[in-house]
Every structure is written in structure tokens, then in C-alpha cells.
């Protein structure tokens, strides 16, 4: 192997890194969730906030490091967003109450919003050749699913053995590995287009935006739909979105370009994106909550579910990546998400009598669906701006993957709820008591309770399913055409 292409695979080993440590991260929070929910005495709906103050705050700075990346260098930006995120997972493995935990969880997610932008252009402008490209995209990618199979492995006995302030004290010493890897082997990059200034009002306004929707989104349930506050949210959202297009449809160098919206297969992969990664990361919430609270799991045995899914996505991947420039991608896309969907209807089986594999086959057919079109829906992005433009326009599509876990956990949690409710009340009003004794009457009520619970996590995942049809549907849309010409991959729009 030359020198040049070793130092090549060297590169993609090293972002490897980083977005692994990032999607580990987060594999194993949510593993820790029940353990924080009993130490800090919170709700399910107030825990949600671990996970969605992250996702939102990432949603909002992966344009911001994006298009920063492209102008003042990829590499500094990806050290600097390893080195915050270091300090940020430190004060959050300290944090003393759930408030400063969501504070310190906010920083982490501001410092690994840099990684997936800047990671996607380091590999792009190292992979020059199409279907090199598209292979190194494939294995980049699959490191999600790595990060899902040690992730419950170390993090599940951290968990059980030190407590969940483990699971962020050991980000010190990967975050340390990255960092060394990424000063000796990233070469420093930059777009050709020479930035004159940054969109701040941008970056501002469409922050505004996406907080004050997911607020909206995630009080609904305790405020009510039709309440001032919420209404407030959803109107405050419109209007910071409506004059976040107004100021980037004008500026020169917009956080988000909205040119690329117009591109059909662009608009569509989006879609396809939203509704994938919105499904997984509110089924993927609810599931160990339900593994730890209705089957009476320790967070190592949950983690130990969730490692044949990850399996699932690194066999699924690289079969995906192999059919770039052989197959109609929108096809590809659109059987990967049908999978997906058939996978997340399995969920609605599950009860309190539920075993490993009712949980284990259902998160493998999820895992390989997903596995299979990622790589396709990645590559339709990177091939279709120009190189210069990749950080840009990859951040979109992380914004877009991220903004979508915020909505599957805030809308999940508040279906959950809402449903729980309602089927309370539904089977109280259809339940005979004939013994009034209070021992009896409180083991009938949680019954009750039990049964409701159980009725609304079915409902849940029903209503997930259905999304994922819709978007498997939809990516048939997705009109891509690819023609071979040696060893590039041209797509005609």
C-alpha cells in the first residue's frame, strides 16, 4: 500500500474516533437514564430532557461548526470540538442535580456537533474517487453501529458496578486517543470559497426556532396542547423560522443554503433522514426504560440487547455501500426503510411477559433496515454539492438527523403520556371491582396502571411504524441517476 493511501485510511480511522466516542456517548446515556431518573427523583417526561437538550443544542451548532470548518479549517475545528466535549463530559459525570446535568450535557452536544460536519468533509476531500468515497463513507458510518456494540458492553457493567457518573468520566481518556490521532494524521483543509462573513443572525434566529418548537413539543403533555404557553412556542417558532429564511435566502454565506432544498433528491433523502432517525431515537429512548422498569433488567442486561442490533447495521452497511452506482439508490432507500418500519411494528407485541428476543429480533430487523440505506443516503449528499461545500451541506443533513431525534423523543414521550392517561381512564371506566378492601383495591390499581402502560408503548411504536411506511414511500421520490464513468460516480439531477 502507498504512503499516500495509508495516511488516507489513517485519516478515516481517526474521524472514526470521534464520531464513535459521539455515538457511544449517547448509546450509553440512555442506558443511564433510569439509574439518573432514580437518583435525581424525576419523571420520564422531565429525564427526556437528558436526551433532547442534547440533540437540540447539536441540531442547532452542527450548521454553526459546518460552515466554520469550511472557512477557518476542518481540523482545527474537530480539535476544538474534542476538547470542549472532554471538559463537558468531566462537569457532567460532577453534576449534582438534573438541571446542571442538562447544562453540562448542552456543552458536550454544542463540542460533538462539530464532529459529524467536519468528519464527513475531512473524508470527502480525502476520498476523491467516487467509489472510494462511497466505501469510506460506508465504514465511517458503520462506526455508529461499532459504538452501539461496545457502548452497552462497557457502559451496562459501569453502569451496575460505579454508578451512571461513570459512563462520562470514561469519554477522558478516548477523547485524549482522538485528540492525539487527529494533530498526527488530519492535513488541515478549507474550502476554496473564501469566507467574508458569518450569518450570526442566522445561526441566532434558527437556534431560536428549533428551542422554542422542541419546548413546545416536550410541555405539551404537561401544559396542554391549546394552552398559551404552548401556543406561544409554536407561534415564536414560525416566526424566528420565517425570518431565518428571510436573512439566509439574502445572505452570502447562510448557515443553511437553500439552494440545495430546490435539488428534489436532496429534499426527499432529507425527508427519508427526518422520519428514520425520529422513530429510532424515540423507540430507541423507550426501549430501556421499558427493559428496566416493566421487565426488571439491570442496564448491563438491556445493554447486552442492543449489541446483535448493532451487528445487524455492520453487516447491513457495507452491503448497502457496494450497491452505490449500481442500483437506483431511491430503491435502496426505500426497502432499507420498509425494513425499518416492519421491524418497529414488532415492538407492539411487547408486555411485561416479554423475553430477550421479543426485544432482540425486532431491534435487529430496525438495525439492518437503517444499516442498509445509510450508506446510499449519505453518498446522494456528498455527491451532489461541490466539494468545497461538502461541510456545509453535510451539516443540513445532521441538523435534520438531529432536530428528528429531539422530535421522536419530545413526540413519544408526550404520546406515552397522553396515552397512559387515556387508557387509565378507559379501563376504569370499564372495570368491576367486587372486593373494596383497601389491599385489594391497590394491587386492582396497579394492575390497572400496568395494563395502561403497556397499551400506550404499543400505541407508540404502532404509530412509529406507520411514519416509517409513509417515508419508504416517499424516498421512491428520491430520483437519482447514476452512470459510471471508471472509477467516478456521477449523479444528473
Not at 499516500?4 to 485519516?11: A, C, Q, V, Y
Not at 464532529?115 to 458503520?142: C, H, K, N
Not at 411514519?467 to 421512491?476: K, Q, R, S
Request: hydrophobic share 55%; with cysteine; charged share 10%.
Amino acid at each position: 500500500m502507498a504512503e499516500n493511501d495509508r495516511n488516507k485510511w489513517l485519516i478515516l480511522l481517526t474521524v472514526i474516533v470521534g464520531t464513535f466516542l459521539g455515538s457511544m456517548d449517547q448509546t450509553v446515556v440512555s442506558l443511564a437514564v433510569p439509574k439518573i431518573m432514580l437518583d435525581f427523583n424525576v419523571l420520564t417526561s422531565e429525564a427526556g430532557w437528558i436526551a433532547t437538550a442534547y440533540i437540540l443544542a447539536n441540531a442547532v451548532f452542527v450548521p454553526v461548526w459546518g460552515k466554520l470548518g469550511d472557512t477557518i479549517g476542518r481540523k482545527k475545528v474537530y480539535i476544538w470540538g474534542f476538547s470542549i466535549f472532554i471538559v463537558g463530559s468531566i462537569l457532567a459525570g460532577l453534576a449534582w442535580d438534573l438541571g446542571s446535568l442538562i447544562v453540562f450535557r448542552i456543552i458536550m452536544a454544542i463540542a460533538s456537533s462539530a464532529d459529524y460536519p467536519t468528519a464527513m468533509a475531512i473524508i470527502a476531500v480525502t476520498f476523491t474517487r467516487g467509489r472510494e468515497r462511497a466505501q469510506a463513507l460506508g465504514i465511517w458510518s458503520s462506526s455508529f453501529a461499532a459504538a452501539i456494540v461496545v457502548g452497552p458492553l462497557v457502559g451496562g457493567p459501569l453502569i451496575d458496578l460505579f454508578g451512571w457518573r461513570s459512563v462520562f468520566l470514561m469519554n477522558l481518556p478516548i477523547g485524549l486517543i482522538g485528540i492525539g490521532m487527529a494533530l498526527a494524521f488530519i492535513k488541515e483543509s478549507v474550502s476554496d470559497r473564501k469566507s467574508t462573513s458569518f450569518d450570526w443572525y442566522g445561526a441566532i434566529t434558527l437556534g431560536s426556532a428549533l428551542a422554542l418548537l422542541i419546548l413546545g413539543l416536550v410541555q405539551s403533555n404537561e401544559w396542554g396542547w391549546t394552552s398559551l404557553p404552548i401556543v406561544l412556542c409554536f407561534a415564536g417558532s414560525g416566526l424566528f423560522m420565517y425570518i431565518f429564511y428571510q436573512i439566509d435566502s439574502r445572505h452570502p454565506e447562510p448557515i443553511i443554503d437553500f439552494k440545495y432544498l430546490k435539488i428534489p433528491a436532496f429534499f426527499f433523502t432529507l425527508v427519508n433522514n427526518f422520519v428514520i432517525f425520529m422513530c429510532m431515537m424515540g423507540g430507541i429512548f423507550l426501549i430501556p426504560i421499558f427493559d428496566q422498569v416493566f421487565l426488571g433488567l439491570s442496564a448491563t442486561e438491556t445493554g447486552l440487547q442492543f449489541i446483535p442490533m448493532a451487528f445487524c447495521i455492520m453487516l447491513a452497511a457495507p452491503i448497502g455501500a457496494n450497491m452505490v452506482g449500481r442500483l437506483q439508490p431511491r430503491y435502496v432507500i426505500a426497502l432499507s426503510t420498509l425494513v425499518a418500519a416492519i421491524g418497529m411494528f414488532m415492538f407492539t407485541g411487547l408486555d411485561v411477559r416479554s423475553g430477550p428476543l421479543d426485544i432482540i429480533i425486532p431491534l435487529g430487523i430496525l438495525a439492518f433496515g437503517m444499516g442498509f440505506g445509510m450508506s446510499q443516503r449519505t453518498s446522494i449528499i456528498a455527491a451532489i454539492v461541490p466539494t468545497g461545500e461538502i461541510g456545509g451541506a453535510s451539516a443540513v443533513l445532521a441538523l435534520v438527523r438531529n432536530v428528528a431525534g429531539a422530535f421522536g423523543i419530545a413526540i413519544f414521550t408526550t404520546l406515552l403520556n397522553t396515552s397512559i392517561e387515556n387508557n387509565m381512564i378507559a379501563i376504569s371506566a370499564h372495570s368491576v371491582v367486587n372486593v373494596h378492601t383497601p389491599a385489594v383495591l391497590q394491587v386492582v390499581s396497579g394492575l390497572m396502571y400496568l395494563y395502561a402502560q403497556v397499551l400506550a408503548y404499543r400505541m407508540v411504536f404502532t404509530i412509529a411504524a406507520l411514519f416509517l411506511l409513509v417515508a419508504a414511500a416517499l424516498a421512491l421520490l428520491i430520483d437519482v441517476k447514476k452512470t459510471m464513468e471508471g472509477e467516478e460516480i456521477k449523479i444528473e439531477i
